[in-house]
Each structure stands twice: as C-alpha cells, then as structure tokens.
C-alpha cells in the first residue's frame, strides 16, 4: 500500500498534512543514517520507502535507493519526519546524525528531502 493508494488509511495525508504516526515504529540505533532508519521505519510497515519519503516531501531530484545515499532533511521534512515516527524533531536531531544541527529553513514552506552519494 503506497501513500497514493486510494484504500490507504491512516496517516496518508489528504490535504497535504500528516496527522498521526505511522502504526509500527523502529527503535533507534546509535549513530543510524538517516536513510537507514527510513528504511528499517518503511519495512516495518510493510511501505517501500520511497513511500515513506513521498509522505516526509521530495525534492526536486529522482530518489535514489536510501540504502546507498544518506538523506538530509529541510525543517518542514523533519517536521513530517517526527509525525510518522511519533516523536519530536528535537529527538530526532539528538538520534540521527544529519539531522542534529538545525536544518535550514525551506523558503518555500514545502517539504523537501536532499540526497548525496556516501
């Protein structure tokens, strides 16, 4: 079941925002990727997690395999982030080593994930 599926039900956002976590979580593991922990998050949901990152926000670019790029997250994706996963942004920073300094500000409001190659 993806996001876009019309039976999708849940936190799939109809109107663009999330309002629950996602039904089964992952513990944290010290000094996890960021790509790494959306997939363990997307596996044990039985999502893809290309799903996972179509509800956190896309950027610009085509999505390459999480398991070979890290992922860096804007405010408004980290925002979406901490809503699936049922935890603060904060917590999140203090977990997952790309997201521990603040992101910057999305001038545009949206979500966006960037990419870059190990």
């Given at each position: 079941m993806t996001p876009s599926d019309s039976r999708?039900?849940?936190p799939w956002p109809s109107s663009g925002e999330l309002r629950r976590s996602l039904p089964r979580q992952v513990r944290f593991i010290s000094a996890e990727s960021t790509g790494s922990y959306v997939r363990r998050l997307a596996y044990a949901n039985g999502l893809e997690p290309i799903?996972?990152?179509?509800?956190?926000?896309?950027?610009?670019?085509?999505?390459?395999?999480?398991a070979s790029t890290e992922l860096y997250l804007n405010a408004a994706a980290l925002a979406r982030l901490s809503v699936l996963v049922g935890c603060s942004a904060?917590?999140?920073?203090?977990?997952?080593?790309?997201?521990?300094?603040?992101?910057?500000?999305?001038?545009?409001?949206?979500?966006?994930?960037?990419?870059?190659?190990?």
């Amino acid at each position: 079941m993806t996001p876009s599926d019309s039976r999708a039900t849940g936190p799939w956002p109809s109107s663009g925002e999330l309002r629950r976590s996602l039904p089964r979580q992952v513990r944290f593991i010290s000094a996890e990727s960021t790509g790494s922990y959306v997939r363990r998050l997307a596996y044990a949901n039985g999502l893809e997690p290309i799903a996972v990152l179509d509800l956190v926000g896309r950027g610009q670019k085509a999505l390459p395999d999480p398991a070979s790029t890290e992922l860096y997250l804007n405010a408004a994706a980290l925002a979406r982030l901490s809503v699936l996963v049922g935890c603060s942004a904060a917590r999140l920073q203090q977990v997952l080593p790309t997201v521990r300094f603040a992101p910057a500000a999305d001038p545009l409001q949206s979500s966006r994930v960037a990419l870059a190659a190990p």
